[in-house]
């Protein structure tokens, strides 16, 4: 869903916020890869040790390209106190726009990923909903790649440190699944040009 904030109209359209939520919204848009392994039908996705990745994909993110991110943050539902201690690192897909995971080895470490990270490190969140830190800077990364256009996908990718103990609830589960939020800013005008290659990088693997 997205509703606008603030005054409507052009001569308005640049004070406009504007919350969209998405949610994961089928079985291959999560994943988990295990030294190596692929697992997309899960009811759980974990991140329990250093190698347990988990991917997970947003479609139809419509957001218009040149627009300006003030918060984003995902929300995951954890699935019982014994695995509520998140510290992993956090990146976006390095990619316009992204397809669903596959069974293919080695499928989340081989995407491109953005340069920006975002870390979250924290005991004892609790079960239910979580919110993560602010992901606003992954967002921007993503949103300056060439090719972005309203209602492309975007990954996120949450890699294990030591100590991660994290289970959260997957697509597969039939409810809680994974969910992001963004507070944008619409440009001030349409046909803004693109950013310039140098604004963004791309990389490979982690």
């Known amino acids: 869903t997205g509703r606008a904030r603030g005054p409507r109209g052009p001569a308005n359209r640049s004070q406009t916020m504007t919350t969209l939520t998405r949610a994961v919204a089928a079985s291959a848009d999560d994943a988990v890869e ?25 479609a139809n993110v419509t957001i218009p390209a040149g ?34 995971f596959t069974s293919t080895t080695n499928d989340i470490t081989n995407r491109f990923k953005t340069a920006a990270t975002v870390t979250w490190n924290a005991g004892s969140i609790g079960a239910g909903a979580r919110n993560s830190p602010d992901l606003s800077a992954i967002l921007a990364e993503i949103l300056a790649i060439p090719g972005w256009a309203s209602g492309n996908a975007i990954n996120f990718y949450l890699f294990p440190n030591a100590g991660s103990a994290l289970r959260v609830y997957a697509y597969d589960n039939g409810s809680n699944a994974p969910q992001l939020t963004i507070d944008y800013t619409e440009p001030a005008a349409a046909g803004q040009p693109a950013r310039s290659q140098h604004q963004f990088r791309l990389r490979r693997g982690l």
Do not use: H, K
């Not at 300006?68 to 539902?77: E, G, H, S």
């Not at 992993?88 to 669903?100: F, N, P, Q, V, Y």
């Open 67 to 100: 627009a300006t991110i003030t918060v984003a943050y995902l929300t995951l539902n954890v699935v019982s106190t014994s695995y509520d201690d998140p510290n992993l690192t956090i990146r976006g897909s390095g990619e316009a726009t992204t397809t669903t």
């Open 34 to 58: 295990l030294s190596g392994v692929m697992t997309l039908n899960g009811v759980n996705l974990n991140a329990n040790s250093a190698g347990q990745n988990i991917g997970l994909r947003f």
